[in-house]
């Protein structure tokens, strides 16, 4: 008797259940690494592919089971080009990790838990940012790591506030022209570059502050405010989607919705969307 559970043919010891646990971490543990991204779409769709194979390959459909061979033989160099970010990103959480982390368990790239966000400052600036038609672009972490983004930019890892954001983004400094990046309740980076949408049903009218913002909530689940330097108008996007023109207090209410998971009152449909996606 070789385990706890021997069943005739199939005998399921001791290593076998550790074996199966240590997968299922590994596993759960990855799917937290990419959860909130376009990537975790990507890697259910190369298991899925993986899954066909073994059925094909199990029923003995020659011709299907050699091409799909032949897509699973380079499917580890496609996997590294294709989560080239989100190996990076865990990478560098174990090379990063101290000894108390390691003790307290591993981060496995997801941002550490910061204090409530105060979305305050963030309405008053955009408020005032519209008043003197002065662009902005404000980017809101949530699961996804916008790190890689914020390596892009200037590191500033400073305290939010209204007088700093205004700082940032008016016309004569040299900061302003990009995104600013918001992590754990700081802004943790300003002047940072982000992926352009190139979705063909975007509006024409949209500058390239408004695709930039479609483009990153297209690829990862973080919120960004934009403050248009043509019209002042101010806008939320979310998964893809523009709302348009918000007022202060429907400003507030989405931001609190989204980032603080609060609740808010307001329903979705009292917005102006337009869809991007």
Not at 34 to 59: C, D, W
Not at 159 to 168: D, V
Not at 176 to 188: C, L, M, S
Not at 239 to 262: F, M, Q, V
Request: net charge positive; glycine share 8%.
């Amino acid at each position: 008797m070789s385990g706890p559970f021997p069943i005739d043919f199939l005998r399921f010891g001791w290593i076998d259940a550790a074996d199966v646990l240590l997968v299922t971490v590994l596993l759960y543990q990855l799917y937290k690494l990419l959860r909130g991204s376009v990537a975790l779409n990507v890697a259910l769709g190369l298991i899925s592919i993986y899954l066909l194979y073994l059925v094909v390959k199990a029923t003995g459909m020659e011709l299907l089971t050699k091409i799909l061979g032949q897509f699973m033989s380079v499917g580890v160099l496609a996997s590294i080009i294709l989560f080239q970010q989100e190996i990076r990103r865990f990478l560098l959480s174990v090379g990063k990790a101290t000894a108390l982390e390691r003790v307290r368990g591993w981060k496995w790239g997801r941002p550490a838990v910061g204090p409530p966000l105060s979305v305050g400052p963030f309405v008053e600036a955009a408020k005032s940012l519209s008043n003197k038609y002065t662009g902005a672009l404000i980017c809101f972490a949530q699961a996804s790591d916008l790190t890689p983004f914020a390596e892009s930019g200037d590191r500033l890892d400073a305290e939010i506030s209204k007088r700093l954001l205004l700082s940032i983004f008016n016309k004569t400094s040299p900061l302003h022209d990009g995104a600013v990046i918001v992590t754990n309740g700081r802004i943790q980076a300003a002047r940072c570059i982000i992926p352009v949408s190139e979705n063909p049903d975007v509006p024409a009218a949209l500058g390239l502050r408004h695709r930039a913002a479609i483009g990153l909530t297209e690829v990862t689940d973080a919120v960004v405010l934009v403050v248009s330097e043509e019209t002042g108008a101010i806008s939320l996007v979310y998964h893809g989607t523009l709302y348009r023109d918000l007022p202060t207090a429907e400003l507030r209410s989405r931001l609190n919705e989204w980032l603080l998971k609060s609740g808010a009152s307001s329903s979705t449909a009292s917005l102006k969307p337009e869809a991007a996606a």
